[in-house]
């Protein structure tokens, strides 16, 4: 197997809204969405919103998995980036 030196980068986007609080989204990732008083606190919180996302998409990925009728094997690997 190739290993490779991917690193994935991801785009936060972040909005002031008229109240002063921020709204930020990762355009690469739907679903991770977040909101803070300051931009520090979206800034911080778009990682929990990221990890949020992934573990329930890894949950309903598992949960499709175990109903899946496969004519051969299936393979699950983690990946890891860094």
């Known amino acids: 197997m190739k290993t490779s030196r991917f690193m994935p980068k991801l785009t ?3 909005e002031e ?12 990732l739907p679903g991770a969405n ?9 800034k911080e919180n778009i ?3 990221i990890e949020l996302v992934l573990e329930a998409q890894r949950e309903i990925a598992e949960e ?7 004519v051969g ?3 699950r690997e983690e990946l890891c980036f860094g």
Not at 17 to 28: A, L
């Open 12 to 14: 936060a986007v972040f």
């Open 17 to 28: 809204q008229r109240d002063g609080s921020w709204i930020g989204w990762v355009e690469e």
């Open 34 to 42: 977040t909101q803070g008083d300051s931009l520090d606190e979206a």
């Open 47 to 49: 990682f929990e919103a």
């Open 64 to 70: 499709e998995l175990t109903h899946r009728a496969a």
């Open 73 to 75: 094997q299936i393979v």
